[in-house]
């Protein structure tokens, strides 16, 4: 499926097979889960741009200790240059709340395509 289609068929819902259609075979299957894998890492990715972002202009870190803090609150570890001000750590806890968020809805994105094989697989006619 190229990009043009995979845009098509989330704007029109067409992104998974009908329940009454045949399964698709495994390297289709296959390459689905990697476009899925690709879209949620993409997301996690972007979710990291707030938060290097905040920790550079709020806290006032260099770039690589807000770079390093974002990715530890996206792993949830406690971040090893700690805000020192009110307003640091109000951001700390409000961006641990988005990463959250954000990740599980990449792993729900992650997982959709397994998800829906299984009931798929359930539901296909056996006429």
Sequence with gaps: MELADLSSAIRYGEMFEHFKEELISFEKF??????????????????????????????????????????SILGTIDPPYPATSDVGRAFTAIYGLFTETVFLLSLAILLAPVIHRIFHRFHVNTD
């Excluded at 296959?30 to 202009?57: N, S």
Aim: no cysteine; charged share 5%; proline share 2%.
């Design 30 to 71: 296959a390459r689905r889960i990697v476009q899925f894998y690709f879209i949620a890492t993409g997301l996690l990715l972007l979710a990291l741009l707030p938060g290097i972002a905040g920790f550079y202009w709020i806290s006032h870190l260099s770039l690589r200790q807000a770079v390093v803090n974002a990715l």
